[in-house]
């Protein structure tokens, strides 16, 4: 089983900063891809960004240039930095993990999500 565990979330004003993190634990296959999405309330999940095990990046449209993903593969942990955040990007962040043995792929994995509030 996987266990992913969201962190970082908080109140920001327009224009701020936030770094969340994800830490993954249990049997993790070398190769994965873990992502952040994130779901406002009354609307649905959406795709904010991800990266794959070598590093690889995508990102939503509405988050490039001022969002940056990144991995630390030795801790198992994928990182969002936020930056010139709007009131738009309120949502709750969910951490997602896919991985593969080479044959299949499991999951998607998440985790309980960390609240951003964006607000003056």
């Known amino acids: 089983q996987v266990q992913l565990v969201e962190s970082g979330g908080g109140l920001v004003q327009p224009g701020g900063s936030l770094r969340l993190a994800c830490a993954a634990s249990g049997s993790i296959f070398r190769i994965n891809v873990m992502a952040w999405y994130r779901q406002a309330p009354g609307k649905q999940r959406e795709f904010v960004a991800s990266i794959t095990s070598d590093y690889s990046t995508t990102y939503a449209d509405s988050v490039k240039g001022r969002f940056t993903i990144s991995r630390d593969n030795a801790k198992n942990t994928v990182y969002l930095q936020m930056n010139s955040l709007r009131l738009e990007d309120t949502a709750r962040y969910y951490c997602?993990?896919?991985?593969?043995?080479?044959?299949?792929?499991?999951?998607?994995?998440w985790g309980q999500g960390t609240q951003v509030t964006v607000s003056s």
């Open positions: 997602n993990l896919r991985h593969t043995n080479g044959i299949s792929w499991g999951g998607p994995y």
